[in-house]
């Protein structure tokens, strides 16, 4: 009787809790439960390796494990490509965030002219799918001896030919990661130093602490929090980037984790990419542990408040204007010229033709037995799978995370809170391909009432909202933390229930953070190519991996032009939920995408 009561008792005055912890169990089920059973599957025999294993489907068996890791073939299948995938992923990071604090410090604690300007064109390269700056890269850089044995632009105009390095390989991929992640850390560390009151840094220098100790004892110790997340963030998004790497690495066979996945699972090997998958996984846990230790050990130095505080400006003296002409070329060149390229190949017949002749076959017409992209039925199924997919996706995420968000903000401090925020933002450090295979281990076969769901819109969707929910979740915790508690507190005095106070309140109140969610959500849907590859099939085909079977057949001008559109998608997108609602959605999230 006790608990009886007990549990009517929490369900009347707190049904938060257990709305929460449906939450944990369903999240849970999404994430945990498939991860687990793809664990499993690496130590059961498949079927079509029984001749290979010796042993009957289903058996126990290690033999995935040895041949990833202790085989002849060990070598090509895990080791190369893994140094391959910490070489990149590393020297892009350390890259990426030297670009991204460079540019902080120049639009926050300088007297660098055109801030406003070069704030808002700073997160064009983020918002852009990294797959087209890597297409465009090769535009531009590409040669005629390797790939599609066309010249690219520099061969072509300049007659100068870019060596092979230059055009595929490890270089390319890592500048073009640079370019595309560095936002991370403008973004968390331009924020950080916002906040930074002048008085802690001037006191240094009244005491006789020279610029470099001042910033080497006060500065950098109170981002240090913001400067860890951007690692977190940053590398995780190379970890197991796809697109990059498959566009400017397998022409020139060079292959990372995220490529070799991809190529075992394309040939039916699941269990050699389930093994992949996990090792991929398990670094990403060990990198977010160890970001949480570091900074649990310096929370001493988070003095940060946010309190009338003013911010110190350094002043660059006569390299003010050269800085800023500077910064705005380069955003030109990384931001602009990408789309340019994309566009202006695309309406050229031939890839080495890079002059004024222009036409729009390759939109409009009909060439080797191929539509233009506006006129052919398959890119208008792809088109509408691209949109439906985004706009349920994002009205999904953005509702779970306007839920999540009161949860976290609601049962703050709590061990419910903290399970909450982690688990829903667990996805996020999944590599995409990884996740990806997840969820291809998962629904290939039925689930108790549920059947097989692999061949579906349904699994697209699934598993793109699951993956997308550190989006709207950080958008939802963000917005509900400053919905004041008197609102609903007054609500339920006059008797309205939870639903009630919840629909009539809190998502009013609430509508910008829904949108900057569903836009978030919406744009990183419509772009997404690392993990929507492993799951579509030919009536679930969506853009981007539509332009990517073209860039796979050679026919780069569909592909580049395929890019364009979702390009446009993505910054119409963007401009949309800054125009509707006066905020920034990538603030606050750190640029999620």
């Not at 002849?72 to 992923?89: M, Q």
């Not at 055109?114 to 983020?126: D, E, T, V």
């Not at 998958?277 to 001493?300: C, D, E, H, P, T």
């Not at 981007?544 to 780069?556: D, K, P």
Request: aromatic content about 12%.
């Amino acid at each position: 009787m006790y608990f009886l009561n007990k549990l009517k008792s929490i369900l009347f005055y707190r049904p938060q809790r257990v709305i929460g912890w449906l939450i944990i169990l369903v999240f849970g089920y999404l994430i945990i439960i498939p991860l687990l059973e793809m664990i499993f599957n690496t130590f059961i025999v498949q079927e079509g390796d029984v001749l290979r294993v010796g042993a009957e489907v289903g058996e126990f068996s290690s033999f995935y494990w040895q041949r990833m890791l202790a085989s002849d073939f060990a070598r090509k299948l895990f080791y190369e490509p893994l140094i391959n995938t910490f070489v990149i992923s590393i020297t892009y990071s350390a890259l990426a965030m030297s670009l991204g604090l460079a540019l902080a410090w120049l639009l926050v604690k300088s007297d660098m002219p055109f801030k406003s300007i070069i704030g808002s064109i700073a997160i064009i390269p983020y918002i852009l799918p990294s797959w087209s700056l890597a297409m465009s890269w090769l535009i531009a850089f590409r040669n005629d001896r390797i790939g599609v044995g066309a010249p690219g632009l520099v061969q072509a105009v300049l007659g100068i030919t870019p060596p092979d390095w230059l055009a595929y390989g490890p270089i390319p991929i890592i500048i073009v990661l640079t370019l595309h992640c560095f936002a991370f850390t403008y973004l968390l560390a331009s924020a950080a130093l916002s906040s930074i009151n002048a008085s802690l840094e001037e006191t240094a220098l009244i005491k006789g602490a020279q610029d470099i100790e001042q910033i080497r004892k006060i500065t950098l110790p109170l981002i240090l929090p913001a400067l860890s997340a951007a690692f977190l963030l940053t590398f995780a998004r190379g970890l197991g980037n796809f697109g990059v790497s498959a566009v400017l690495g397998l022409p020139a066979r060079y292959y990372v984790l995220s490529t070799t996945l991809f190529q075992s699972v394309k040939i039916g090997r699941l269990s050699d990419g389930y093994v992949i998958a996990i090792f991929l996984i398990a670094v990403s846990a060990v990198i977010m542990y160890g970001n949480n230790i570091l900074i649990g050990k310096r929370r001493q130095f988070t003095t940060i408040t946010g309190k009338g505080g003013r911010i110190r400006i350094t002043s660059l003296g006569s390299w003010r204007y050269p800085v800023a002409y500077a910064v705005l070329i380069f955003f030109f060149f990384a931001g602009i010229v990408p789309i340019l390229l994309l566009l202006w190949q695309s309406l050229h017949l031939r890839l080495e033709d890079f002059s004024f002749n222009l036409n729009l076959t390759y939109w409009l017409g009909h060439i080797d037995g191929f539509d233009g992209i506006l006129i052919d039925n398959r890119v208008h199924l792809a088109a509408w799978n691209t949109l439906r997919l985004a706009v349920f996706v994002g009205f999904i995420t953005a509702f779970i995370g306007i839920v999540v968000g009161y949860l976290v903000t609601k049962e703050r401090g709590t061990k419910l809170s903290k399970l909450i925020d982690q688990i829903s933002f667990l996805p996020y450090l999944m590599p995409p391909m990884a996740f990806g295979l997840v969820y291809l281990s998962m629904w290939a076969k039925p689930r108790g009432p549920l059947p097989v769901l692999y061949g579906t819109f349904a699994l697209l969707l699934l598993a793109v909202s699951v993956s997308r929910l550190p989006f709207a979740t950080r958008a939802g915790i963000s917005t509900m933390s400053q919905v004041g508690n008197s609102l609903e507190e007054a609500g339920e005095v006059s008797g309205a229930g939870l639903i009630s106070r919840f629909t009539k309140i809190l998502l009013p109140l609430s509508k910008k953070g829904f949108m900057a969610g569903f836009i978030l959500t919406f744009v990183s849907a419509a772009k997404d190519l690392d993990l929507v590859i492993l799951l579509m099939v030919p009536h679930t085909i969506v853009l981007t991996t539509l332009s990517y079977s073209y860039n796979e057949l050679g026919r780069l001008q569909f592909s580049y032009a395929l890019a364009v559109v979702v390009i446009f998608i993505s910054l119409l997108g963007t401009w949309l939920v800054r125009r509707l609602t006066k905020i920034d959605p990538f603030r606050g999230f750190g640029g999620i995408s």
